[in-house]
């Protein structure tokens, strides 16, 4: 039964219902789920208790309602589904009684005083100690444009202004540390206005976390973390292990695209290895293969790595677009080529340029672009070097 005929079908002239119109739909749309389950629904506000036999109707046999008023008259509403608590619902005292009594709400439902200091004390009473996935419902939010009930337009602390800092609250993780996630950030779905109702789904810390459908992002920040784990702890045949494990060469080469961007070359070597030894043959792994074998010192991968990258780089032309060459792979060659160049070790300065001249021609340019750009500024030592190799490259794409 919708809870629009259920309304309907109340008969009890000595227990009238009272809501507006409108809110049915809204009720419906949030409580749906919870009909014919097991369920702690509170309403705050019973006035002649025709609302808490509506509930116990639409919700169905397994549900208990718990009425809360201030009002002592309100105790006659009590029958079989049906529990009345008398007391102010601004006093956490009495609530933390109600909770002690009959355990953690599902639903809550706010259509009592409808004064802002005690719909906002109920709220931050009731809201973190309520069901995980519960809804908290606070009605008739029209007062809180009226001064009788300690509302006004824009005014402070009414429990509309409070809901817009909540909204806030709830994108506390992207305010880049402007605003520190509280539990209600953690513990909220969404917040919903409607006229004069706002609505907050709860929900559980782990429904909040980053994913990615295949879920690659997550294993791949967990693969590159024990890969830098096991670089710090210099367990190189672990890293061989754990990347012979991990199944998805996909998920692999971000991680090498990822450890080479932010300079680990060893682990970036070391998966890459692990991949063209299993017969994989792509260009990033081509690359890491060429880069690690030349900091590394492997003389026969090196040359196998610059074969590769030659081989493929018509495909990298056409798998990448050029600004992952200028924003990946052109800032690595750059400080490699740096530290080589510092280091004046001809031997890997002649091996760089290598990799650079078997690479996509637009890499090529990009780099001469990056390096022609730093050595135009004021000459330090680092540009001047710069302006050497610059001057190799141009050697290399004449011939
Ligand atoms: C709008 S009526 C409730 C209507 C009812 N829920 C319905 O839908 O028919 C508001 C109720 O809140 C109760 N009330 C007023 N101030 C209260 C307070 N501080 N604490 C608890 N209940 C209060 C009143 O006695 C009254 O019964």
Not at 166 to 195: C, K, Q, V, W
Not at 213 to 240: F, H, K, T
Request: aromatic share 10%; with cysteine.
């Amino acid at each position: 039964m919708s809870l629009w005929s259920t309304f309907l079908a109340h008969t009890d002239v000595h227990r009238p219902v009272h809501k507006w119109k409108h809110y049915l739909p809204i009720y419906e749309r949030y409580f749906r789920d919870f009909v014919h389950k097991p369920l702690l629904f509170m309403e705050i506000g019973c006035w002649k208790g025709g609302s808490l036999q509506m509930w116990k109707r639409y919700f169905g046999p397994q549900a208990l309602i718990i009425g809360i008023d201030i009002n002592p008259a309100c105790k006659a509403f009590e029958e079989d589904q049906i529990q009345v608590r008398i007391g102010p619902q601004q006093d956490t005292q009495f609530l933390q009684s109600v909770l002690d009594e009959f355990g953690i709400p599902d639903i809550i439902l706010d259509d009592g005083s409808h004064v802002m200091s005690h719909v906002n004390a109920t709220f931050d009473f009731l809201y973190p100690r309520m069901a995980k996935n519960g809804i908290y419902m606070v009605e008739d939010l029209h007062t809180a444009y009226w001064q009788e009930f300690e509302g006004g337009v824009r005014r402070a602390h009414t429990f509309i202004e409070k809901a817009k800092g909540l909204i806030d609250e709830l994108n506390a993780d992207h305010t880049r540390g402007a605003l520190p996630p509280t539990p209600f950030t953690r513990s909220t779905m969404a917040i919903h206005f409607y006229d004069s109702i706002a609505v907050f789904e709860r929900c559980a810390p782990q429904a909040k976390i980053d994913l990615v459908i295949p879920a690659v992002n997550r294993v791949l920040d967990d693969v590159i973390d024990q890969l830098l784990r096991l670089e710090e702890q210099g367990e190189v045949n672990q890293m061989v292990s754990l990347v012979q494990f991990e199944a998805d060469p996909v998920m692999l080469m971000q991680a090498i695209e990822r450890l080479l961007q932010q300079g680990s070359y060893r682990p970036a070597y070391v998966t890459a290895l692990v991949l063209y030894k299993n017969g994989r043959q792509f260009w990033i792994i081509a690359f890491a293969l060429a880069v690690g074998a030349v900091l590394f010192n492997v003389a026969d991968i090196r040359a196998q790595g610059i074969s590769l990258l030659l081989r493929l780089s018509d495909e990298l032309a056409q798998i990448k677009q050029e600004e992952w060459l200028r924003s990946v792979i052109a800032p690595v060659m750059i400080a490699l080529l740096q530290g080589a160049m510092q280091r004046n070790d001809t031997r890997q300065i002649n091996d760089f340029l290598a990799i650079v001249q078997a690479s996509a021609p637009s890499l090529r340019v990009w780099l001469a672009e990056a390096i022609r750009a730093a050595a135009a500024e004021p000459a330090t030592a680092t540009e001047l070097l710069l302006r050497q190799v610059l001057q190799r490259l141009s050697v290399y794409s004449i011939q």
